[in-house]
């Protein structure tokens, strides 16, 4: 066994902080260092939840889709979410996650922008089923982490 | 930095042609100000016979940086408000040649004994002035909402912009920043976005300077509790006062605990004192507007941010640490500000 990679970070951290920052005489320098610091505390929290994050949110994004693409009235739309919501990720390799979150975050905002143009009550409760989407994607993202 | 301090006082030198044995010591950058390199120093030089010195301050345009702004538009900026009931630096150069430091810069004062740090707003020995702070900051603002474009030279009158269309100009302004700087979709700014333009604020009162970036953090402040310099005008423009109250009051400059405006006065306090002095009126409708377009510009900001270090335009690690931490709080805000968090 080797160390995790958010272990490793976190001791980098540490090092860079305690270590190394102090040493440096430069002001600028040292607060970069800081900054960089602060960085891999980031990168470390996020690397182990990289892939699980993303797969979780296409698939709460995909339910999404299939539950509300048969009630918009938009045939082009309806059929795009449609097809999304049969949808498979292509991998597990962050950067082709990465496409596929592009592709169904895309089709949220078209979605949320057909859903507010539309009257009456069924549509407010798709739109605050978008609504709680947006607050569970924002969570997903949240760090401990905060510089200022 | 010896060969920059060498250069600069070959500059000074060539500015100042009364004074002889023109040297730059103590030159360092300081940290924060992404927009320009900014750098302090003491110049020292010989004139009339007698030993000179003074601190001054170099604004240095970088190679890319979170707001593209011509260093002159923030230049004019503190020229129009020196000397005035605004504080800021006394100007002193402007140079456009690249000659001398290699990108243009700007000189000014150097206001010492001060602090600007946001967390040092919280910590002795200005904690305890924080009453006093906010409410200068709050009337100095006012003062800057109150002031007259044409009188201070920023404007003509054809310059001045209909106080029906400030609200639109600058949201269509923003969001071009999103458009052109987005990594991906972004379906919070993009919701916020959309509520702005459906339901626009009421007309400008008044059409006066809006600072831009004025909140804690961007003015300097000393430990007998005074506001001595406001800073940072790359962003100023023509438009409705309320823009820099909204800016002042988003949550995000008193993250996490938020209870108090910029870590300095109650929300309702500022808007007061804000009022007060200004003379104008922020109804909950116009304040609400713009508290939510301070929240998309912000946004933009971050958003630009993170794709200057993705594209590999800038290695400042700051530019990538707003785009992983306060672009994620700053979605949160948004949607709190939207009545869509719980």
């Known amino acids: 066994m080797k160390p995790q990679v958010p272990r490793t970070l976190q001791g980098l951290a540490g090092t860079l902080l305690a270590e190394l920052a102090p040493r440096i005489a430069d002001d600028y320098a040292q607060k970069n260092a800081a900054v960089v610091a602060g960085l891999l505390l980031v990168a470390a929290e996020e690397w182990d939840r990289a892939a699980e994050r993303r797969v979780a ?13 048969p009630r918009v009235e938009s045939a082009p739309l309806r059929e795009r979410m449609e097809e999304a919501a049969r949808g498979r990720d292509p991998g597990l390799r962050i950067s082709l996650l990465d496409q596929e979150n592009a592709r169904l975050r895309g089709l949220l905002i078209e979605l949320h ?36 | 930095m010896h060969e920059l301090a060498d250069r600069f006082a070959r500059y000074a030198a060539h500015r100042m042609p009364e004074a002889r044995e023109v040297r730059a010591s103590a030159l360092a950058r300081i940290h924060g ?9 003491r110049l020292h030089w010989r004139e009339g016979g007698r030993e000179r010195e003074r601190g001054l301050i170099l604004r240095r345009d970088p190679p890319a ?25 006394e100007p002193l150069w402007l140079e456009e040649d690249p000659r001398w430091l290699e990108r243009p810069f700007f000189v000014m004062e150097q206001v010492e004994r001060c602090e600007s740090a946001l967390r040092a707003l919280g910590e002795p020995p200005y904690a305890e002035h924080r009453e006093r702070l906010g409410r200068r900051k709050w009337e100095i603002l006012g003062a800057i909402a109150r002031s007259d474009p044409q009188q201070l030279g920023l404007a003509l009158e054809r310059d001045l912009p209909d106080p ?26 993009r919701a916020a976005i959309r509520w702005l333009r459906r339901q626009p604020p009421p007309p400008a009162e008044r059409v006066g300077v809006v600072h831009g970036d004025y909140r804690s953090g961007n003015f300097l402040f000393d430990a007998e509790g005074r506001i001595r310099a406001i800073l940072d005008w790359e962003m100023w423009h023509l438009g409705d006062p309320l823009e820099d109250l909204g800016w002042s009051l988003n949550p995000l400059w008193s993250w996490p605990d938020r209870k108090l405006a910029g870590r300095l006065l109650p929300r309702e306090e500022a808007i007061a ?14 304040i609400r507007w713009w508290e939510i377009f301070a929240i998309v510009k912000s946004l933009a900001i971050w958003i630009s941010s993170a794709r200057e270090y993705a594209d590999g335009r800038s290695g400042d690690p700051t530019l990538a640490l707003v785009g992983w931490v306060i672009k994620g709080v700053q ?11 719980r």
């Open chain 2, 164 to 189: 029906a269309a400030c609200w639109e100009r600058e949201l269509a302004r923003w969001e071009e920043v999103v458009d052109a700087d987005a990594l991906g979709p972004e379906p919070v700014v």
């Open chain 1, 113 to 148: 922008e057909h859903l507010e143009g539309q009257p009456g009550d069924a549509a407010r409760a798709l739109e605050e089923r978008v609504w709680a989407e947006l607050r569970a994607e924002v969570e997903r993202r949240a760090i401990g982490f905060w510089p200022l």
């Open chain 2, 331 to 341: 979605d949160r805000i948004a949607l709190e500000a939207l009545g869509r968090w």
């Open chain 2, 273 to 286: 004192v804000w009022e007060a002095a200004s003379g104008l009126r922020a109804t909950a409708e116009a």
């Open chain 2, 65 to 89: 940086s979170l707001i593209e702004t011509e260093r002159s538009h923030e230049f004019r900026a503190y020229q129009a408000f020196h000397p005035s009931d605004v504080p800021v630096p």
């Open chain 2, 33 to 41: 100000g992404a927009s320009r390199e900014t750098f302090r120093l």
């Open chain 1, 57 to 69: 949110e296409h698939a709460a994004l995909r339910r999404l889709f299939a539950e509300v693409a």
